[in-house]
């Protein structure tokens, strides 16, 4: 799920930010450097088992691994990455783009006849950029990966589960008319990826980006509940006061709409490749970053959002959330890059990110 889908809390970060800026950081910034600045962000927040920061080459951790230790975090873990997975799947269908198998301005009921209600009006393009209208099967009870489901959470789902399940809502409205995020069309870029190569969209997201980038630390989990080790390990109190391990979850509940682990160097040398055009031609790569707006100042493009600093220039993107895990992953055309996880919190810790990003890109390091 994305950390900017709600227009109220837009409205909120928009109002909270200049506050945290010209307070939190307007004060402490006085009397540190960006480096100390960012150590006291990440230690900040309460009720968060894990942090890892990394800003370049340099990395700030706090917390444990898991909730039910002392071992403190390294910053080498594997932790659950969420919506930053549409990023991945964006791009390999993008490759299809330069290959010539697939064209943005075409139909998705070209490739998936049949398969996408209203298919023949939803261009490729448009489920990339949500604005398809399609609606998010992940609104309705139980079907959301960013809730409690108890011993649901092992549950085995196929993509077809997934589309029959979006599809007892009406559209969200006619295509290309809006924007509105869902995860829907994630799964129907999945879909894409499978019906134009023949292979498992995962296989594909091995072969042209985990394995020529060697991102070792990078997975598609499919069925299996579990994170590779070294890992981080995440709780939820639930409403009874109640407090259960919530590490453990079949994601075949999100499958390419954001069911990816990873690591924070991982993440970095991914956008590094994508965004310093190693994986897209320069004209495709053009098209990823032709935005539409999200609301109150954010942009999404084909699989990548765009976040405007308050000090001025853009970070290029992705945000992930699902339960226990919070992860941003951004990266400014001068190559320097910002990853930021966070787990076990019980909001989507934009204001941190946002204060973060404020730190590392509008103070000078020393």
């Known amino acids: 799920m994305t950390l900017l889908m709600k227009c109220a809390r837009r409205l909120a970060v928009v109002a909270s930010l200049a506050i945290l800026t010209v307070g939190v950081l307007g004060a402490t910034a006085l009397a540190f450097a960006r480096d100390q600045t960012i150590s006291v962000l990440v230690a900040a927040p309460s009720g968060t088992s894990s942090t890892i920061v990394t800003v370049e080459d340099k990395v700030w951790t706090a917390g444990v691994r898991d909730p039910a230790s002392t071992e403190p975090v390294s910053g080498t873990e594997h932790f659950r990455i969420g919506s930053i997975t549409k990023t991945f799947v964006a791009t390999v269908l993008l490759q299809l783009v330069d290959e010539g198998k697939i064209t943005l301005d075409n139909p998705v009921e070209n490739y998936l006849p049949g398969a996408v209600r209203g298919g023949e009006e939803i261009t490729v393009r448009q489920v990339l950029q949500h604005t398809s209208g399609l609606p998010d099967y992940m609104k309705a009870a139980g079907w959301s990966t960013n809730r409690w489901r108890g011993e649901g959470r092992y549950r085995d789902y196929s993509p077809d589960d997934l589309l029959h399940q979006a599809f007892t809502r009406p559209p969200d409205f006619l295509p290309g008319e809006s924007f509105r995020y869902s995860n829907t069309n994630y799964i129907v870029a999945g879909l894409l990826i499978e019906a134009i190569t023949g292979q498992a969209y995962g296989t594909e997201i091995k072969q042209r980006i985990l394995q020529p980038l060697d991102l070792a630390g990078t997975s598609i989990p499919g069925s299996d509940p579990q994170l590779p080790e070294p890992s981080i390990r995440a709780v939820l109190e639930l409403d009874d006061g109640s407090r259960v391990d919530v590490t453990e979850q079949n994601e075949t509940l999100d499958w390419a709409a954001g069911e990816m682990i990873s690591t924070s160097t991982d993440l970095t040398t991914f956008l590094d490749a994508l965004l310093g055009g190693r994986l897209l031609t320069a004209p495709t790569l053009a098209e990823m970053r032709t935005t539409v ?74």
């Open 293 to 366: 707006p999200m609301g109150m100042g954010f942009h999404y493009g084909l699989g990548l959002e765009r976040f405007d600093l308050p000090c001025g220039g853009q970070l290029w993107g992705h945000g992930g959330q699902l339960l226990g895990y919070v992860t941003y992953a951004y990266h400014r055309d001068d190559g320097h890059t910002l990853t930021l996880l966070r787990a076990s919190g019980n909001d989507d810790s934009f204001l941190g990110f946002a204060a973060i990003a404020t730190a590392a890109y509008c103070f000078a390091s020393p």
